[in-house]
């Protein structure tokens, strides 16, 4: 709270600043100013804000307004994008369920999150109930701050998806969520018969595609996995676990 405090602070010295001085200089295209704050005229402003405390409070409520709308903005054209052209939403991510669906599941999800391994339980009931209805798609979002191996259990997961064999990783990953870690991942390669000289060079070259999905999940405000946004026939936008079978079953 204390840092984000002086970050509002300091724009509202440097604002304040920019319009002392739009009142004080001549409009000139060339004039120059120093971008370093003067330390009394800086304590002029402090006054000011002190006198004038709701000033805070209406930058932060102003910045938070503007934040919401740009996340809205990208949801909805991730939406649309969705609905309208899927194949540019899906990218390489692997997919699994109907092919020719119109309803697409988007999956963001954590290997080492168990509320993830809850949610793989559920989704591969939903897709042997309704193996014609949706296409799942997996976008990797490892919340590695927190979690310390879901990023080695990501990068494992598409080296194996290079090989054709990301949903029987994946299934490998979330039935032994307790014992993530180095000898599990070469466990599954060998258990699945990858080449394992391509499986550790392709964990190698993971983080780019993973980062893309981090980004995107950033883009679209995402604040914890897993997370789902679906586009069909009678509902498109962000979706909870519990709320599909219901649109899956057009109830």
Known sequence: ???????FRNLVIFSFICLIFSWSLPVQADTKIDPKIDPQLEQQVLEIIRKNPEIIIESVEAYQQQQQQ??????QEFINNLQ??????????????????KTVLIEFSDFECPYCAEAHKKLKDLLAKYP?????????????QIHEQALPAATAAWAAFQQGKFWEYHDALFTNQKQLGETLYL???KRLKLNLTKFNNDRQLAIK???NDLLLAQKLGLG????????????????????????????
């Open 70 to 75: 740009k996340l809205q903005q990208s949801r």
């Open 224 to 251: 914890g996995t897993p997370s789902f946004i679906i586009t069909s026939q009678n509902f498109s936008g962000p979706v909870k676990l519990t709320e599909l079978e219901e649109i899956l079953g057009g109830k």
């Open 84 to 101: 309208t052209n899927p194949k540019t939403i899906i990218g390489d991510s692997p997919t699994i369920g109907a092919t020719q669906s």
């Open 1 to 7: 709270m204390f840092k984000i405090f002086t970050h």
């Open 209 to 211: 595609p993973i980062q």
């Open 132 to 144: 014609n209805k949706f296409t799942l798609v997996y976008k990797y979002f490892p919340l590695y």
């Open 187 to 189: 466990d599954i390669a």
